[in-house]
């Protein structure tokens, strides 16, 4: 490895693999989905930890629609 700090982990809504990247944030592709606070909460309140982009980009959509 080059140095940099991977986290394999399971997603915790689905179950798929995934692979985070801690150390090397502003390169992980979870950056790239932008969140309000709102949404943030709205998921960090249901789980913890990192979820794969597919879920992570469903509860921003399922937040939204509960803030409607």
């Known amino acids: 490895m080059d140095g ?8 915790p ?4 693999p995934l692979v985070c ?3 090397n944030i ?5 950056t790239a989905v ?3 606070g709102e ?11 990192c979820l794969c982009r597919e879920c992570l980009e ?3 959509e399922e ?3 509960e803030g409607e």
Do not use: D, F, M, V
Not at 26 to 30: A, K
Not at 39 to 49: F, H, P, Q, S
């Open 63 to 65: 937040a939204r629609r």
């Open 34 to 36: 932008r969140l309000s």
């Open 39 to 49: 949404e943030r909460a709205y998921i960090g309140e249901r789980y913890e930890g």
């Open 58 to 60: 469903a509860l921003k």
């Open 4 to 11: 940099q700090e991977r986290n394999n982990s399971i997603c």
């Open 13 to 16: 809504r689905c179950g798929k």
């Open 21 to 23: 990247e801690p150390e």
């Open 26 to 30: 502003h390169q992980c592709w979870c």
